[in-house]
């Protein structure tokens, strides 16, 4: 066992940058935490837990600070097996040749072996110290091997080919001291020795900053500042969040939140820096959403908005702190006013083609190799759509629902969706707008692809909920009919996500419909290929709903197992339960259930003849049982959640009663199977809300 | 500046960096990458260096030369430099001096843009990079040519040579870009936009194009049949072929599914023709390696 030399009182620190040439954006919060983890965890290994280790990077550097290390390993002391006790001594005591000759192999003297039991017998051990190693050196052996295997999704070999990394490195600093880093650690990697030197930011200070004798975090940080690089992402994310605030109430609007852009912004950049550009308001002509997708699509602009519309003004980021000249400001501005231009040409373009005569070119785009073009998967869906909207009474929306799941892929060949295919649904649904087709149907298009990701909105409106899940189960039973299920880390089409949309949307809008069912109908066209696998991955795919939406494992899990499929119900039980089960009584109730479940499935389901039963604690059973059954009824009908539980709660009493006072295997055959029916007629009546016996294990 | 300004201050910079100064390849092409001064010198152990412009056909672009920014037919500036030397960036920061940009006074930033070209089994890793916002050139450190892994490894650096004449000359059409004399962009070139729009898009004959490609793709096998096989006749074969996909894609005569194919078959001769190269380059010892028979 190593000791751990905690960093309290202990006046190591580390520094590690490497500058390299750009970074992608979305390679550098992995590597941060990559970086972070794996030196902790390489550190631990050999006993050393660091008191402050923190990670940070730019465009150009990944860098690694810590402090509070000790100036070396923990002594390490092993106990190390060697021959039996019977070939390592003679019968006299004395020590052989072989006892020697381990002895010497572990540096010990022979006087300190020592005999130990082992599953194996007696065996010689001898105590093996091996002495601290000093901490530059390990820092100097794990950090190469750890930095090269670093995983980047994507990375390259530069000059001569010799070297891969996710881009090519120019310095790398590595330093060490107590109390102050005066020493170069010497380390090197992919043909660059580590310095003390690195350079600063590339246009605003072009040259070496030394790093040599910092004493403290701050220092580094101060230094790089004064060379224009803020070094730290978090406080690039707060001067970003300032300033964009400042240059928006400086034309009275406010920025149009876009955290997503934001946290990009904080990886593109060594200093925070963002320009405002205005606009000719005679863009904001455009639909809103077509001018700020092509400004954040092309240029990563924030938009301004003002009383919650877009304002003629954008904000662009740029990477240093000042525009001395107004170019950075002119340049981003002539480019949104180009690209603008560009949308309005295909905006324009595209209002000259009917939907209709777009959707007739999808004929000629495959939607799946096996499974024909998007012309057909709009029939498919189409019908699929109907059946729902049938099912639910809703057969005045027939043809609403025909016309939007016809045009509702044409903007796939439309100028603008080639050019920004994020706004794929959103131009078709203005484009009918545009048009005049009926709201039922436009908003259908428009939302078809909601929720975007796991936590956006829903649609709001009945059509783009009905069209949404139909065209998601399509897409579901086409590639399931056809082998293409997901299996592990491998979901290529993205099915989950589609299925959780399909379960989001009954759930949350909600859908009465049942799940099964829709992988029925979905599966219909593929002679049912596949229907039972999709299934069983809806049904995963509601058991992760309920847990994201809050429900504890044990209650969706209680609940999955008596059943499934009505989402916004199931979720709604589920959440009556959610309140209730901790509670005494359903802790009862478990423990009661599961043994009417063992009975059961062991011993028979019997038969239901209350009038055999003799015993006082069974007929008030089989009574109480007769109301909760009456009393179910009427609450499930009501919805009335939580007063169902309570009558299943009631049950709790005399069902204890009956398993203290009432022998089930009894010797009268007739008796005996009363009794199992009785069991089997409340595990019945229990079964429609939930298997309680699954909450047994939790509580 | 004017665009001919661009184009002799950017070839005069990289002439005085190393760069053989090359002319434009003498086939339509739809990018510098495919002239074989790229596509080929990039393979093998021999250093190189080179900068040429390389009209580019895109016929899928055209827009009849009624959009502002699209052309059917632009002009990039091409530069390859084999190794990629360490301090590549900060050549290509100098090279913007040569047009009168100081990046001591403008935004500066390489985002992360890589390239891939299915067609000729060629991928890069690199950026766009963007002057105030304004995509300026691509910037490639090309991994892979003709299917072959590559090393050394060449930093491509491609100007898209219209956008930045519009750039420094603010203007926001193509159209309005002055060329030289006085002459605009417009004058010389919008008649040759329209034509060729139409022709890519209504006029060329689809039966004609697929009878070509066929040819051309025997053709272009047939020419490395021999021991001594003809590497450039078989590139430019595969090039055409190339060129043939790209029209009947703009007619709109590919299906999806087709478009695999097409393009997998173009690869094909692209991946052999590579392959013979560098063969044919090893027979005669690498010319250009320091000590070399060139």
Known sequence: ?699 | MELQKVILNLLQFWGEQGCLVQQPYDLEVGAGTMHPETFLRVLGPEPYRVAYVQPSRRPADARFGENPLRLGKHLQLQVILKPSPVNVQELFLDSLKALGIDPAVHDVRFEEDNWESPTLGAWGVGWQVLLDGMEITQFTYFQQAGGVDLKPISAEITYGLERIAMFLQKKTSIYEVEWGSGVTYGAVRHREEVELSRYAFAQADVELLRRHFEDWEREGFRCLEPDDPLVIPALEAALKMSHLFNMLDARGAISTTERVAIIGRVRKLAVATAKAYLKQREQAGWPLLPGGKA
């Open chain 1, 1 to 699: 066992m190593a000791a751990v030399a905690r960093g309290k009182g202990m006046r190591g620190m580390f520094l590690l940058e490497l500058l390299c040439e750009e970074i992608p954006a979305n390679a550098l919060p992995s590597a941060r935490e990559q970086l972070a983890s794996q030196v902790s965890q390489a550190l631990a290994e050999v006993g050393v837990v660091p008191s402050l280790l923190q990670v940070f990077s730019t465009c150009r550097r990944l860098a690694l600070w810590m402090e509070g290390l000790p100036p070396a390993t923990p002594e390490r002391v092993e106990e190390v097996l060697g021959p039996p006790a019977a070939v390592a001594f003679a019968p006299d005591g004395s020590v052989t040749r072989a006892g020697e000759g381990f002895a010497r192999a572990q540096g010990v003297a022979v006087e300190q072996l020592r005999v130990v039991e082992t599953p194996k017998g007696k065996v010689v051990a001898a105590q093996r110290r091996t002495a601290g190693e000093p901490l530059p050196q390990v820092l100097g052996r794990i950090l190469p091997h750890l930095i090269a295997s670093l995983h980047f999704p994507k990375t390259m070999r530069w000059g001569e080919g010799e070297f891969v990394f996710v881009r090519p490195l120019h310095r790398l600093v590595a330093l060490w001291g107590e109390g102050a880093l005066n020493q170069v650690v010497p380390i090197s990697l992919f043909g660059i020795r580590a310095g003390s030197a690195t350079l600063g930011h590339r246009v605003v200070h072009p040259g070496e900053v030394q790093l040599l004798g910092i004493g403290s975090l701050q220092d580094y940080l101060q230094r790089l500042r004064a060379a224009g690089v803020e070094v730290d992402p978090q406080q690039r994310r707060q001067v970003f969040e300032q300033r964009a605030a400042a240059l928006a109430s400086e034309v009275g609007c406010q920025v149009r939140p876009d955290a997503e852009l934001v946290a990009q912004h904080v990886e593109l950049v060594e200093q925070p820096g963002l320009v405002r550009g205005a606009l000719d308001s005679a863009w904001l002509a455009l639909p809103e959403v077509v001018v700020a997708t092509t400004l954040r699509h092309h240029q990563k602009c924030l938009m301004l908005e003002q009383d919650g519309r877009l304002a003629p003004y954008f904000l662009a980021v740029c990477d240093r702190p000042d525009d001395p000249q107004g170019h950075v400001r002119q340049g981003n501005q002539w480019v949104a006013e180009a690209r603008l231009a560009d949308a309005h040409f295909f905006y324009f373009q595209d209002l000259k083609t009917p939907l209709r005569d777009l959707a007739a070119k999808l004929r000629h785009v495959a939607f799946h190799t096996q499974r024909g073009s998007f012309a057909e998967k709009a029939e498919r869906t189409g019908a699929l759509a109907l059946l729902m909207a049938q099912s639910l009474g809703l057969g005045h929306l027939a043809e609403p629902l025909r016309m939007a799941s016809q045009l509702a892929k044409a903007d796939l060949v439309s100028h603008m969706v080639g050019e920004f295919p994020e706004l794929q649904g959103v131009m078709g649904g203005l484009y009918a707008k545009e048009e005049g087709y009926p709201e039922e149907v436009w908003r259908a298009i428009a939302e078809q692809y909601l929720p975007l990701g796991q936590e956006g909105a829903i649609p709001q409106s009945l059509t783009g909920a009905l069209l949404g899940v139909a065209d998601r189960l399509d897409t579901l039973a086409a590639l399931f009919s056809v082998g293409e299920i997901p299996s592990g880390s491998k979901d290529p089409y993205a099915l989950r996500r589609h299925a959780f949309g399909v379960v989001r949307i009954c759930g949350e809008f909600p859908l009465a419909l049942p799940l099964p069912d829709l992988a029925a109908w979905a599966c219909q066209p593929f002679g049912g290929a596949g229907v039972n696998e999709l299934r069983l991955f809806l049904r995963e795919r509601e058991r992760f709903f309920l847990e994201w939406q809050g429900v504890p494992t044990p209650v969706a899990e209680a609940i999955l197992a008596a059943r499934w499929g009505q989402v916004a119900e199931d979720w709604a039980l589920a959440r009556a339960l959610a309140e209730l089960w901790q509670e005494p009584v359903f802790v009862q109730l478990a423990t009661a259930f599961k043994r009417v479940r063992n009975m059961v499935s062991k011993e028979g389901e019997g038969q239901w003849a209350p009038e055999v039963l003799q015993e006082v604690a069974e007929h008030q059973l089989a009574s109480a049982v007769l109301e909760a059954e009456q009393a179910l009824r009427t609450h499930c009908a009501q919805k009335a959640w939580r007063e169902a539980w309570q009558v299943l709660a009631g049950l709790a009493e005399p069902l204890d009663r009956f398993f203290v006072e009432v022998l089930v295997m009894c010797p009268e055959p007739a008796l005996r199977q009363a009794r199992l029916g009785l069991l089997a007629r409340i595990q019945a009546l229990f079964l429609q809300l939930a298997d309680l016996s699954k909450l047994q294990a939790a509580n």
